[in-house]
């Protein structure tokens, strides 16, 4: 599975931006997240979807604020980001988990088989 992330750029705080995350190679299944890496810090999770129920989970810090969702047809997943903060700005990572590994999470990169390039998003204050 190849994951093409896009979406991300330079934003003032209070605006938003729309990530979205294509597979390609097969099609999405089990958990897809994303996660977030800062400068210095540790890549953190931010949201994840059930690709078959569309059961969804999101960090504390981004409740409320982001919302995941998913595209069968275009077997593609997005992340709509919301009253960005300055500490939003992070590379975004989105991931997915081979449909034939048993993990039994979803909260944490090694959680995950299949990874993008990510996407650089910068909330300026």
């Known amino acids: 599975v190849q994951l093409q992330a896009s979406g991300g750029g330079l934003v003032q705080a209070g605006g938003s931006l729309r990530l979205s995350c294509a597979a390609s190679g097969r099609t999405f299944s089990s958990y897809v997240g994303w996660f977030r890496q800062a400068p210095g810090k540790e890549r953190e999770f931010v949201a994840a979807?059930?690709?078959?129920?569309?059961?969804?989970s999101y960090a504390d810090s981004v409740k409320g604020r982001f919302t995941i969702s998913r595209d069968n047809a275009k077997n593609t997943v997005y992340l709509q980001m919301n009253s960005l903060k300055p500490e939003d700005t992070a590379v975004y990572y989105c991931?997915?988990?081979?449909?034939?590994?048993?993990?039994?999470?979803?909260?944490?990169?090694?959680?995950?088989?299949?990874w993008g390039q990510g996407t650089l998003v910068t909330v300026s204050s």
């Open positions: 991931a997915a988990q081979d449909p034939f590994n048993y993990y039994s999470d979803y909260l944490d990169p090694t959680d995950y088989d299949y």
């Open positions: 979807i059930s690709w078959g129920a569309g059961s969804t």
